[in-house]
């Protein structure tokens, strides 16, 4: 299971929308903190890493609370930005210590965030004329991303039976292995 939040901090002083334009939803915004996990390559998430406790009602043996944070700015009219996928540990609980398959479930909705943070990084570089854009346009690319990114976590969890359908989760693990490969040269 997933709880995921994205975080944006636009520069209101680069970025001042129009009069005319209507205000769009913004994401929850969550606080970056020093207690919060980069998604790295190199390091798995462990069990030691699931500091929070579960809800005594709740069903499920673990949940993993992911974010992408994203911070955008103008210097120079050329658009500056940092998309970074984290782990928040003290959100993130497991009841069972135990099982490899469900620790393996739990990383892969991280890396499902970083796959959508490489996206949406890829889409922000691709970007032509940014800066001249403001912020409505960011914030709905952010808010099309934050969508996508949601989808496709309960999509996972929907087709593999939050990791106990074994061929489905393997196939999961490939596709975004895959998927994360083709978009290495956004990694962060």
Not at 13 to 26: D, N, R
Not at 51 to 79: R, Y
Request: include cysteine; glycine fraction near 2%.
């Amino acid at each position: 299971m997933s709880l995921s939040f994205i975080s944006l901090w636009l520069s209101t002083l680069l970025f001042s929308p129009s009069p005319a334009a209507k205000p769009e939803p913004k994401p929850a915004a969550v606080e970056a903190s020093v207690s919060m996990i980069p998604w790295s390559g190199q390091k798995r998430l462990t069990w030691d890493d699931f500091a929070g406790s579960p809800a005594s009602e709740n069903q499920h043996h673990a949940l993993t609370s992911t974010n992408m944070e994203m911070k955008v700015k103008c210097e120079k009219n050329q658009l500056k930005f940092r998309v970074e996928a984290v782990f928040n540990p003290r959100e993130s609980w497991t009841k069972n210590r135990k099982s490899a398959a469900l620790l393996a479930h739990e990383q892969l909705h991280f890396d499902l965030t970083e796959l959508h943070a490489r996206m949406l990084r890829k889409r922000l570089a691709e970007l032509p004329n940014a800066c001249s854009r403001g912020a409505a346009d960011l914030n709905r690319y952010a808010n099309e991303a934050f969508t996508n990114w949601h989808k496709e976590q309960d999509l996972y969890d929907s087709q593999c039976h939050h990791g106990l359908d074994k061929a489905r989760q393997q196939e999961w693990v490939e596709n975004v292995a895959a998927r994360l490969l083709e978009l290495e040269q956004y990694a962060s």
